[in-house]
């Protein structure tokens, strides 16, 4: 089966600032990855996804993920954070082959001014 | 269309009280998941479906729980009885599996649980 783990539960940055939040998954098969936001008291949106092809792949809002096979990683950035960022991420595996999704525990980022 | 629909938005109910949410997925979509949400557990998958079939439900956490897909565009997840410790965020997903290209889960604005 395969799984998702999401290092750092709270990430805080300046506005302007890098955004990384780290996902490793586990996975016996090839992967499809995921990233999704979450604003308070709403329903989980995609930010993007990671089927075949190429491994770095840009989503909405300026975010983008790099899909590394060989360090089972999917780490999601923006180059420059904006107020509006700020809301809980979630990476999320799949397998080809079944939809058997799974999610991490999320990672929560703050903007600051 | 109008995206994975959940009703209701909130629900209070007493302990012992049967519960009942609902979901209408995507049309078109033939895959259906229900997830729970808490700040304990995080964000964790109950059962799935397929083609109206459950796959999976090994999410369930006991025989209080129980979840239906009469046809492809509804389904039902049942908390009978409700404890407190049920309380959370209830969400729906859906998605296409098998299609060209498949899908991600489309999730619902989910609906907030809360057993007194």
């Known amino acids: 089966a395969q799984s998702v783990t999401q290092l750092g539960s709270h990430v805080s940055v300046s506005e302007g600032a890098l955004v990384l939040l780290r996902c490793n998954y586990s996975?016996?098969?090839?992967?499809?990855l995921f990233w999704y936001v979450q604003y308070p008291n709403q329903g989980l949106q995609l930010l993007l996804k990671?089927?075949?092809?190429?491994?770095l792949v840009k989503g909405i809002n300026g975010f983008e993920a790099e899909f590394k096979k060989s360090e089972t990683s999917f780490h999601l950035t923006k180059p420059s954070a904006h107020m509006s960022d700020a809301a809980e991420y979630f990476c999320a595996v799949r397998s080809y082959n079944n939809n058997d999704m799974r999610f991490g525990a999320g990672t929560r980022l703050t903007v600051k001014p | 269309d109008a995206g994975v629909i959940q009703s209701p938005r909130h629900e209070v109910t007493e302990m012992g009280q049967e519960v009942t949410l609902r979901c209408k997925p995507i049309?078109?979509?033939?895959?259906l998941f229900w997830y729970r949400q808490t700040m304990m557990r995080g964000l964790e998958l109950l059962i799935y479906?397929?083609?109206?079939?459950?796959?999976?439900d090994s999410g369930m956490p006991e025989d209080r729980f129980s979840a239906k897909m009469p046809n492809a565009s509804f389904s039902t997840l049942k908390i009978q009885p409700s404890e407190p410790r049920d309380s959370a965020v209830y969400f729906c997903?859906?998605?296409?599996?098998?299609?060209?290209?498949?899908?991600?889960?489309?999730f619902g604005q989910g609906t907030r649980l809360t057993v007194v």
């Open positions: 997903a859906s998605s296409l599996v098998g299609g060209l290209p498949d899908t991600e889960a489309f």
């Open positions: 996975s016996s098969v090839p992967p499809y």
């Open positions: 049309s078109g979509h033939n895959s």
């Open positions: 479906f397929n083609n109206n079939v459950p796959i999976d």
């Open positions: 990671y089927t075949t092809g190429a491994t």
